[in-house]
């Protein structure tokens, strides 16, 4: 069994962990190569995924460059042979495209992760993947719970959106292969940016569905996020013993 209740093999899903993001808000370092309870940060969704998946079914994309840092750190945790690493493209659109290309065949649901988001779990992941099976997508997102306002460049208010219909994506972002593949060509063929996944998909007319996010999905984006990322993962580990 897998932390958090998920214990289905996925053996038709696979993921693309995207690490090439350049952490200029985080202030100093690769954020992703960071210290956090004792694992990099990138490693701790591996962590909680690679137990659902088959082996070969992992991909990490990462800056040329970085290779050599990631490649060390996948071999300390144990995961050299577990994951392979992908050099990313100029955009996160174009890593994404890298490591579709590297997958097996048989993965024919994918999932897509941010590396910087380290407290994702493998009952999220199992949900997304189930919503995917179903419907073809299942996108991980939360409700708003902020007041939410458009504005101007230079601040003045224009509209206050219903937030009971406004959600926060997430990751993972899980997606039939074929959806993705295609809607990634079509970005890329009409000069199209995308900040997700789902945008992608969408613009290429697929539905996507929202699976809900019920814990804390932390993305590490600048250095006061590692506490509090520490401490929700202490937390959890409080949990986990007392259930035990």
Not at 137 to 157: F, L, M, N, Y
Not at 158 to 178: H, I, K, M
Request: glycine residues 8%.
């Amino acid at each position: 069994m897998t932390a958090f209740g998920a214990t289905e093999l996925l053996a038709d899903c696979g993921l693309i962990v995207a690490a090439g993001g350049s952490s200029s808000r985080f202030g100093h370092g690769n954020k992703l190569l960071m210290d956090l309870a004792g694992l990099p940060v990138f490693c701790h969704c591996l962590r909680a995924f690679l137990p659902l998946l088959p082996a070969g079914h992992a991909v990490l994309v990462v800056p040329a460059v970085s290779e050599p840092l990631f490649a060390a750190a996948l071999a300390a945790a144990g995961w050299g042979e577990r994951v392979r690493l992908v050099p990313g493209g100029a955009s996160r659109q174009a890593s994404v495209q890298a490591g579709l290309a590297a997958l097996p065949a048989a993965a024919t649901i994918v999932a897509v992760q941010d590396a910087a988001r380290p407290l994702a779990t493998a009952e999220l992941l199992a949900r997304c993947v189930a919503s995917a099976r179903a419907c073809g997508s299942g996108v991980a997102a939360h409700r708003v719970v902020d007041t939410i306002k458009a504005a101007t460049a230079e601040g003045a208010v224009t509209a206050t959106p219903d937030r009971r219909a406004l959600w926060a994506a997430e990751t993972p972002q899980v997606f039939r292969r074929d959806w993705l593949a295609a809607a990634y060509e079509l970005v890329a063929r009409d000069g199209l940016e995308v900040t997700d996944d789902a945008q992608a998909v969408q613009l290429a007319g697929h539905p996507v569905q929202l699976v809900e996010s019920q814990q804390d999905n932390l993305k590490i984006t600048r250095a006061a996020d590692l506490p509090l990322a520490n401490f929700i993962l202490a937390q959890r580990r409080a949990e986990a013993n007392d259930v035990t």
